[in-house]
């Protein structure tokens, strides 16, 4: 997936528990995004960063921050997790040919 | 904001022939249209994508139309194998600001042999 790597690959919480999806690429990259998605929903934005220092909201940044201190990391935070944020989480680099990660499925109980 | 509307949401066909997935979009500022190809367990993966001061674009068995004046823009796939079995997105944004994408609800193509 063109150099993005995403960890987990799996994760279970329970609702008010609080974790980081991490995100990270080689390729050198200021473009990245995290994006949700959801049966019958496409993906969803959610934040996105256009370099390091630099983060921005997409479409749906409720309960969920990220921070951006290097090129190569972008990773999302959830500091209470809730049953709405269950869902599969992908991370991608570009800005416009993206390249998408191979996501984390998250599982809030 | 941008919303994109995606249709059908399932499609089948027999292999070999053409496969049409269609798009429509509301924000007229959006002028750069990608589709991406999601095969299971993966991330999306670009195949295709097009520009609006291009009405098409072709690339071997796949091929993108875009009507800007009626804000609809189409993929195509000829000759469809087995391996184009998969679920596509259509997406829309601005150039300026081309990662805030805005995807469809998808389409699950199944080709039967």
């Known amino acids: 997936n063109a150099g993005v790597t995403q960890t987990p690959k799996f994760q279970v919480l329970k609702t008010g528990q609080s974790m980081t999806l991490q995100c990270a690429q080689d390729?050198?990259?200021?473009?990245m995004s995290w994006y949700r998605q959801d049966p019958g929903m496409g993906l969803r934005l959610i934040h996105y960063?256009?370099?390091?220092?630099?983060?921005d909201q997409g479409e749906v940044p409720n309960g969920y921050n990220v921070s951006r201190s290097t090129t190569e990391d972008f990773p999302l935070r959830l500091l209470s997790a809730a049953p709405s944020q269950t869902s599969v989480y992908f991370c991608?680099?570009?800005?416009?040919?993206?390249?998408f990660g191979p996501g984390t499925r998250l599982t809030v109980t | 904001g941008e919303n994109v509307e995606q249709h059908p949401s399932t499609l089948s066909v027999q292999e070999g022939d053409s496969a049409v997935i269609k798009c429509t979009y509301s924000?007229?500022?959006?002028?750069?249209f990608p589709w991406y190809k999601q095969e299971l367990g993966k991330g999306p993966q670009l195949i295709i994508d097009?520009?609006?001061?291009?009405g098409e674009k072709k690339d071997q068995r796949i091929a993108v139309t875009l009507n800007k004046t009626a804000k609809h823009f189409s993929l195509h796939i000829t000759e469809t194998q087995p391996e184009d079995s998969a679920v596509y997105f259509c997406?829309?944004?601005?150039?300026?600001?081309?990662?805030?994408?805005?995807f469809g609800q998808g389409t699950r193509l199944t080709i039967n042999p």
């Open positions: 991608a680099i570009g800005a416009y040919e993206q390249y």
């Open positions: 390729m050198n990259h200021e473009y």
């Open positions: 960063s256009v370099g390091a220092g630099i983060t």
């Open positions: 924000d007229s500022a959006s002028n750069y």
């Open positions: 097009i520009r609006s001061n291009v």
């Open positions: 997406a829309a944004s601005m150039l300026q600001g081309a990662q805030k994408l805005v």
